[in-house]
């Protein structure tokens, strides 16, 4: 069997039952074997498919000819008559992700750029890179989603990630592109065995495959069984949680305890996904079920993962990003835009409606400051002065929060919390409200 153009152009119309009918491919186009065989067929059948198709090469700056490898990849897609762009990122060498997935973060940071609705992103993924995925996860003792391997199709940025060509053994790739005439890049970086997935590939495969010559196709029909049972687990893991109230980043901690231990640990992988917040190590989620669920009530229990954290207040296990302490105190504030910090999101000051800061206030000029202790305020509703302690407690304002909160100051007097309260005096009819942009959960 060999690999057909009418084979590539069947399984993304299978797709479409799942994810619509795309208006544009987006090709992540390293320029080597098998890019090159995805986007050559693509550029070929393009008046069958009818898709505007658009290259996307990422250099990662780790290898000196990679300036090169970008030049190559831009002839190609020129020889093509495809658009072509190259997005050079930072690999960040401290993240704790190891090279290869600091790379292929970094690479998919750069690629969802260029995602909007009715985008696919194609990836060249094929069968031999399912079954070392499948090899590498079962080493790393992943479970079922691991195991499944590399996903044919989901969603990613507003639009969705294809890889057409996981049933294709690379061979098959590399027969067609030379058959098409086509000189790819050739990353050497692929024959250094210290990385895990080459040295599967150059040393235990072949090995694998004088045993097993059908190893590759056998491994990766492993994986869609695996897929199967995640798809299964993920439907189990969804009903759990509508049944604990729907909303994945607050579970309620009583009910959650209610289930089996291998249902507690399903829930919460599956909240996570949901949520975004990246895989979820072991040791984590061990620790989540272990500390946070069985933790008294009045407790602050806390597990981080990367830029990620679990915590409990009361009955919910919040499941959230994590924001950074505040570094925005002592700084004045304009009333244009405040950055708050990592995950804290933006601060600005809107004019008109209702009430709000008075121009008085904003012309004696206005100072950001994080919570110390002992902050008193007349709120707009409020007879009264009340301690600001009190009022972040009777708001159910998760604790974690309360002492993150910015406070706007004018000629040392409070008189704004954020875009929760502003001080009685401090107000006029048709005045400045807080208005807090991206803001972190605050309840």
């Known amino acids: 069997m060999s690999f057909e153009p009418e084979d590539l152009l069947s399984t993304l119309a299978g797709f479409e039952t799942v994810a619509g009918k795309p208006r544009r491919f987006v090709v992540a186009f390293s320029g080597g074997i098998d890019s090159t065989a995805l986007l050559s067929v693509l550029a070929a059948t ?33 020889s093509l008559q495809v658009e072509f762009v190259c997005e050079t990122v930072s690999v960040a060498d401290d993240s704790g992700l190891g090279p290869e997935a600091a790379a292929r973060e970094a690479r998919y940071a750069a690629l969802a750029a260029h995602m909007t609705a009715h985008t696919w992103l194609l990836s060249a993924h094929h069968r031999d890179d399912q079954a070392e995925t499948l090899l590498l996860n079962l080493l790393r003792g992943s479970g079922p989603t691991g195991v499944a391997g590399i996903p044919a199709l989901r969603e990613f940025r507003g639009g969705w990630i294809a890889r057409p060509l996981l049933k294709v053994p690379r061979h098959e790739l590399s027969l067609y592109v030379d058959g098409a005439g086509l000189t790819p890049v050739n990353d050497p970086s692929n024959d250094d065995d210290q990385f895990d997935r080459n040295f599967l590939r150059n040393e235990l495969m072949p090995v694998l495959r004088t045993r097993w010559p059908n190893a590759g196709s056998r491994l990766a029909r492993s994986s869609d069984y695996a897929r199967e049972a995640a798809e299964l687990l993920a439907e189990v893991a969804d009903s759990d949680i509508a049944t604990l109230g729907g909303v994945a980043s607050r579970l309620p901690v009583s009910k959650l305890r209610a289930l089996s231990r291998a249902r507690q640990i399903n829930v919460i992988k599956r909240a996570v996904e949901v949520c975004m917040l990246g895989p979820i190590p072991s040791t984590a989620l061990q620790r989540i079920i272990g500390e946070l669920l069985t933790a008294r009530a009045d407790a602050a229990p806390l597990v981080s993962w990367r830029r990620f954290e679990a915590r409990r207040y009361r009955d919910i296990l919040f499941l959230l990003e994590s924001v950074s302490d505040s570094d925005y105190a002592g700084r004045e504030f304009d009333g244009d835009s405040l950055d708050l910090g990592e995950g804290m999101g933006v601060l600005r000051l809107v004019r008109g409606g209702e009430r709000g800061l008075s121009q008085r206030v904003i012309d004696a000029g206005l100072l950001a400051c994080a919570r110390e202790g002992g902050e008193e305020i007349k709120t707009m509703n409020q007879p009264h002065t009340r301690k600001l302690k009190k009022l972040l407690q009777e708001h159910g304002v998760v604790p974690w929060m309360r002492d993150r909160i910015p406070l706007l100051y004018s000629n040392g007097e409070l008189v704004a919390v954020a875009d929760l309260w502003l001080a009685r005096g401090a107000t006029e009819e048709n005045g400045y409200r807080v208005e807090w942009q991206d803001k972190p959960p605050l309840h």
């Open 46 to 78: 393009r008046d069958v498919h009818n898709k505007s198709l658009l290259a996307v090469h990422v250099d990662h700056q780790l290898h000196a000819a990679s300036t090169e490898w970008t030049k190559r990849a831009g002839a190609i897609a020129k």
